[in-house]
């Protein structure tokens, strides 16, 4: 966790220097988890370990029934539950957490964690990317607004620019501990890694806004285009551009964090061949 600690460490730092405002306390901040969805969001973390062996050339079938119960135990939903309240309770203070609750207990902020939560947990990513970019599609036949809310929506949401950067330390944070663990040999040291990683950096940007695009137009199909436009003005305000900028960095920090422990873990794990 503290490679990507330092990556986020600006951005957490920022959002707490500048009033130096009281953080919340442990029961707020668990209603904040529950009203804004981020627990649930925190609990999806684990779908994203079906990408570890394709990150070694491998499959997560490779290692037959014992990928699942090593990754149930590495993404443990309680353990990130309060990995995250512990960051939390020293970074977010009490202003902020009162706005984003504000919106996020409002009749539209209901039904928009309902949509989201659904969207986290839902294991059908060609079913959402498939249904999605036909949504988008038809919204540039028809030259719709809706698009533009969209991006809107995205851009604030990652006001920070974290996203790539993210994606690619864990890359390395997971392969470095890999290799580390003797899971994998690896020639490149982590800096070759690093430049490896970022060679094609602007197709995988596009890539990852593109699938951002498609998958928000997924998630908020059932919206009108007034909510989505409400929902894109209240994600621009300051104090949820700083909330967001501060969740995003703790569900990186974490992810990283467990990344690395399932590279550890692998260890022990040798691919098996079920009869």
Request: glycine share 6%.
């Amino acid at each position: 966790m503290r490679a990507l600690r330092s990556v986020f460490a600006t951005v957490v730092f920022c959002l707490v220097l500048p009033g130096l405002a009281a953080a919340a306390d442990r029961d707020r901040l668990e209603a904040f988890l529950e009203v804004t969805g981020f627990d649930v969001a925190l609990e999806s973390i684990r779908l994203s370990a079906s990408s570890a062996p394709q990150m070694l050339g491998m499959e997560a079938e490779d290692f037959g029934s014992e990928w699942a119960r090593l990754t149930d135990e590495v993404f443990d939903v309680g353990q990130m539950h309060d990995m995250a309240l512990d960051i939390l309770e020293e970074t977010l203070s009490d202003d902020l957490l009162t706005h984003a609750v504000e919106f996020y207990a409002s009749d539209l902020g209901r039904r928009l964690v309902v949509a989201e939560n659904a969207s986290h947990l839902s294991e059908e990513d060609e079913l959402k990317a498939e249904s999605g970019e036909a949504i988008v599609a038809g919204l540039e036949r028809l030259d719709s607004p809706r698009l533009d809310y969209l991006k809107r929506m995205n851009a604030a949401s990652d006001s920070a620019g974290t996203g790539l950067r993210a994606i690619q330390e864990i890359q390395v944070r997971f392969l470095m501990a890999a290799a580390g663990a003797g899971v994998i040999g690896l020639e490149m040291d982590e800096a070759d890694l690093r430049a490896f990683l970022g060679r094609n950096e602007e197709a995988l940007r596009a890539d990852l806004e593109q699938g951002a695009l498609t998958g928000a137009a997924y998630t908020y199909q059932s919206f009108s285009d007034a909510d989505v436009l409400a929902y894109a003005e209240a994600l621009e305000h300051e104090d949820m551009r700083q909330v967001y900028d501060l969740m995003n960095a703790v569900q990186y920090e974490i992810m990283a964090n467990r990344f690395e422990a399932l590279a550890r873990a692998m260890q022990g794990l040798q691919p098996s061949q079920e009869l």
